[in-house]
């Protein structure tokens, strides 16, 4: 059995106007959408990868770490200034700074309300690449939601006149941290010069098995 596509229903329309027939309703096409079930999936899954790895970036996870420049504090290093707003927003109780620190759920709550939130604009902003989306969601952490595009900035950040990391160096950091198992070795010198080698033999006809 054929089915009409949307083009054929409105000649179809036309043809009966002109003989005076009425037509019954039709359902109204529905758009297509993107898949948000797979977005949700995928995102689901970089942020369980990026948990661990931040929390070993920012604190060398330890929950007491109190940053002496910035006074951002506990597993992720979240700023004080932010600890009411997002502890009510993602732990649905609002907290002080000294409860949140000693309240490794209230932590874990944040950070993935946050960090959710950031990964799911990369997502729209990269298109799906999951590097992209990796190293957004690390410059939103590191320097705020604003900061998200500013993933591969070069400049070195400063607090209170220390010097801390760029946006690359932070965000390509966690990228590889999240990877590091699955990122390809780069070959050493030795090693380039011998397959270059072993290419020139194989090419000449000397190599030989």
Not at 44 to 52: C, D, P, V, W, Y
Request: net charge positive; with cysteine.
């Amino acid at each position: 059995m054929s089915v009409m596509n949307g083009d054929e229903f409105d000649e179809l329309d036309k043809q009966a106007a002109l003989l005076g027939i009425k037509l019954p309703k039709r359902t109204p096409k529905i758009p297509v959408t993107p898949n948000i079930f797979e977005k949700d999936k995928k995102i689901a899954s970089i942020l369980e990868k990026m948990r661990g790895k931040v929390r070993e970036q920012e604190s060398s996870n330890g929950r007491s770490t109190v940053n002496p420049d910035s006074g951002a504090l506990g597993d992720f290093q979240v700023l004080p200034s932010n600890i009411p707003q997002w502890t009510k927003q993602h732990y649905g109780k609002q907290l002080t700074p000294q409860e949140f620190q000693a309240n490794k759920d209230a932590q874990r709550a944040v950070f993935d309300g946050e960090m959710g939130k950031y990964l799911r604009k990369a997502y729209d902003l990269s298109g799906g690449d999951e590097e992209k989306i990796i190293r957004m969601g690390a410059a939103g952490w590191y320097g705020g939601e604003g900061a998200m595009k500013r993933y591969d900035d070069t400049t070195p950040q400063f607090t209170n006149g220390k010097k801390y990391p760029s946006f690359r160096d932070y965000t390509t950091g966690i990228y590889k941290k999240v990877f590091g198992n699955e990122l390809p070795m780069p070959l050493n010198l030795c090693q380039i010069v011998c397959q270059f080698i072993s290419l020139c033999l194989s090419c000449s006809g000397l190599w030989r098995f």
